[in-house]
């Protein structure tokens, strides 16, 4: 069956897609979107603030390259600060995470997912977490799922922190036999502090057989992957001290997680996400490109679940309104190792047509335009980042696979090899690795770092670290910083006008970083300017007032902001300046000073480009 797509987006005639809706509803199977609006609407009744999604590239936050779940934009407010949506919250949340990659091409694993969340920041503890969470997915008003085929596991408890026989104790109450629930150490039920100290405690995950219904085992064994993880509760009850040990928290949270393509796929009795809606479209259309069947040859379908989800990951991360391009760095790196990886692919596969990812980046626009309307906001930048870095790579592929066809004679690609593999032919690492495993060999991933640094120091995007979330450091340097970043972009648009807008930031204590929509190299006389206008208000000795109110109002008060796809429906604006010469009106979640005096004087180092039509500049603190 063809997919017929309209030449523009915005028509939504994905007659496919369309079909297949209709084909869901009538053998009375779930869509994506009732899914989402019932976990929703469910919390809604239970007095949580449903919440817009934050964007994929994290606000002030260092240590990340991507928002990798629920709870990472949420991480002030999980240490204390009061959020404006209340002490009870829920979301679906997009999500990035790099760090199981090797995993796509399986059933279940993916770069981007949404999860679905809710929060209690000091409101409600484990007993209403756990039955909220039996509720919702056993009642004949929610999900309907039969008790049978569902299983949960709990902290077993340790040297430093004890069973936890309450949430044990609460699914007992509520039906699960004592079988069905596995006693497990740390390295599986339990959420611990990103850094050396910070928030943590056990949490509780709940199961879904997919196997058989009428052969569902007695017992529950979490190796046996017939049972998918479908949710999980984290009670973050203590906090890790430095040195070691715990103590226990004065604000006790709620973080629970539910994976919205694994519960989809399971409560429409699929073992395959990619069998589900949210990918159907995708599939079709690399069948009808490569010539192939999904589902008939493990190698060929575990090729197209690589293709599908790296291609809707980089259509994300494009276009996010953050304005990402794929670059050799950051979250530009990691487009672009998507991309390529997907483009030899899809050669394997057969797709002989020289210009085809967009057209999947079309098919993810329309399946989830309605959803996220960034997608259709940004469709034109979307469509040329894909068509220029796959002509790209495209001219250069042909020629580093033969490359690397001459070092297939000996065991080891060496450092420099690899490194001029990427140089030369823009082969990321991991496609080399790739390659080098199909063929038996080893890659000297050491001396190829050690070549990388030699050149611009890029080895930064090789390093793990930057892949794992953290706590976003709100210590005093980098507070300063964050409300210097307010200044300094109030003032570029004063200098180069209303058009100028964050496209993303990165502050560490050090300096801050950001990046705005502005064509040009700005000139001497303009950086000089606006370094001057944010000086001038730093000797005003203004005060920082947060103010707390409506997005529609804030709006109406003229507050920058990404409005559409970061913020609830309450939310804080800062004000900076006299009410009659306001010099900076943003909406923001961090940390700031209290009086901007404290920030001495304001330096830019660089002003640099970040992107096609994205700008950066950084800057110090003197």
Same mark, same amino acid.
């Given at each position: 069956?063809?997919?017929?797509?309209?030449?523009? =987006?915005?028509?939504?005639?994905?007659?496919?897609? !369309?079909?297949?809706?209709?084909?869901?509803?009538?053998?009375?199977?779930?869509?994506?979107?009732?899914?989402?609006?019932?976990?929703? &609407?469910?919390?809604?009744?239970?007095?949580?603030t449903i919440i817009s999604s934050a964007s994929l590239i994290p606000e002030n936050d260092p240590t990340a390259l991507f928002t990798t779940a629920g709870m990472h934009p949420l991480v002030p407010y999980l240490l204390g600060e009061e959020h404006p949506g209340g002490s009870r919250l829920a979301?679906?949340?997009?999500? /990035?995470?790099?760090?199981?990659?090797?995993? =796509?091409? &399986?059933?279940? !694993?993916?770069?981007?997912?949404?999860?679905?969340?809710?929060?209690?920041?000091?409101?409600?503890?484990?007993?209403?977490? /756990?039955?909220?969470?039996?509720?919702?997915?056993?009642?004949?008003?929610?999900?309907?799922?039969?008790?049978?085929?569902?299983?949960?596991? =709990?902290?077993?408890? #340790?040297?430093?922190? %004890?069973?936890?026989? +309450?949430?044990?104790?609460l699914w007992l109450g509520l039906g699960i036999p004592e079988k069905r629930i596995a006693r497990l150490p740390k390295k599986n039920n339990w959420w611990d502090a990103p850094g050396v100290t910070g928030p943590c405690g056990p949490d509780t995950e709940i199961f879904y057989w997919v196997g058989d219904p009428n052969q569902v085992p007695e017992s529950f064994n979490d190796d046996n992957d017939l049972w998918v993880e479908i949710w999980n509760n984290v009670f973050m009850q203590y906090n890790k001290k430095i040195g070691g040990g715990f103590e226990p928290l004065a604000q006790k949270n709620v973080d629970t997680g539910m994976g919205m393509e694994r519960v989809l796929a399971v409560l429409n009795d699929s073992g395959d996400n990619y069998r589900t809606e949210l990918f159907v479209n995708l599939i079709s259309k690399i069948e009808e490109l490569s010539g192939q069947k999904y589902g008939l040859d493990a190698s060929v379908t575990r090729m197209m679940r690589i293709v599908a989800d790296h291609l809707k990951a980089a259509t994300f991360i494009i276009g996010d309104d953050k304005g990402i391009s794929p670059s050799n760095t950051d979250q530009g790196y990691i487009v672009r190792r998507l991309m390529r990886r997907? /483009?030899?692919?899809?050669?394997?596969?057969? /797709?002989? +047509? +020289?210009?085809w990812t967009h057209q999947l980046a079309q098919i993810v626009i329309g399946d989830y335009a309605d959803v996220y309307g960034e997608l259709k906001r940004?469709?034109?930048?979307?469509?040329?980042?894909?068509?220029? $870095?796959?002509?790209?790579?495209?001219?250069?592929?042909?020629?580093?696979?033969?490359?690397?066809?001459?070092?297939e004679s000996s065991n080891i690609i060496s450092g420099v090899e690899a490194f001029n593999l990427f140089q030369s032919y823009g082969f990321p690492l991991e496609m080399t690795e790739e390659l080098a495993i199909e063929k038996g060999l080893t890659v000297d991933k050491l001396g190829f770092e050690a070549e990388l640094k030699k050149h611009q120091d890029l080895s930064r995007t090789a390093s793990a670290g930057k892949f794992k979330g953290g706590l976003a450091d709100s210590g005093d340097e980098t507070t300063k910083l964050h409300t210097a970043a307010h200044l300094l972009l109030a003032a570029l648009r004063k200098?180069?006008?209303? !058009?100028? =807008?964050?496209?993303?930031?990165?502050?560490? %204590? $050090?300096?801050?970083?950001?990046?705005?929509? !502005?064509? &040009?190299?700005?000139? #001497?006389?303009?950086i000089k300017t606006v370094e001057d206008l944010v000086n001038i208000e730093i000797q005003k000795s203004l005060p920082v007032i947060c103010e707390q109110m409506p997005l529609s109002e804030a709006k109406d008060k003229g507050a920058m902001g990404v409005f559409e796809s970061k913020y609830g429906e309450e939310v804080k604006v800062y004000k900076i300046g006299e009410d009659d010469s306001i010099f900076s009106y943003e909406i923001c979640g961090g940390p700031h000073v209290e009086n901007i005096s404290v920030l001495g004087h304001f330096r830019i180092?660089? $002003?640099?480009?970040?992107?096609?039509?994205?700008?950066?500049?950084?800057a110090i603190l003197e």
């Open positions: 069956m063809k997919l017929e797509k309209c030449q523009v =987006v915005d028509q939504k005639c994905f007659k496919f897609y !369309h079909f297949t809706i209709i084909i869901l509803i009538f053998i009375n199977m779930i869509t994506s979107r009732e899914l989402r609006q019932k976990f929703l &609407d469910f919390f809604a009744s239970k007095g949580h979301d679906a949340q997009k999500c /990035i995470r790099t760090g199981d990659i090797d995993e =796509v091409g &399986d059933s279940t !694993h993916h770069t981007f997912f949404e999860m679905l969340g809710n929060w209690s920041l000091g409101d409600y503890f484990k007993s209403d977490s /756990i039955k909220y969470s039996f509720e919702f997915l056993t009642s004949s008003d929610w999900l309907n799922i039969d008790v049978n085929r569902l299983a949960v596991s =709990v902290f077993v408890g #340790d040297d430093d922190a %004890p069973f936890d026989a +309450e949430a044990h104790d997907t /483009i030899r692919l899809g050669r394997q596969l057969g /797709i002989k +047509e +020289e210009s940004n469709q034109s930048f979307i469509l040329e980042q894909f068509n220029k $870095e796959e002509e790209k790579f495209n001219r250069t592929l042909e020629n580093g696979l033969k490359e690397f066809a001459k070092l200098v180069l006008g209303d !058009h100028v =807008v964050q496209r993303g930031s990165n502050i560490t %204590p $050090e300096r801050l970083r950001l990046d705005f929509s !502005h064509a &040009d190299k700005m000139t #001497d006389d303009q180092l660089k $002003e640099e480009s970040s992107s096609s039509g994205v700008r950066r500049i950084k």
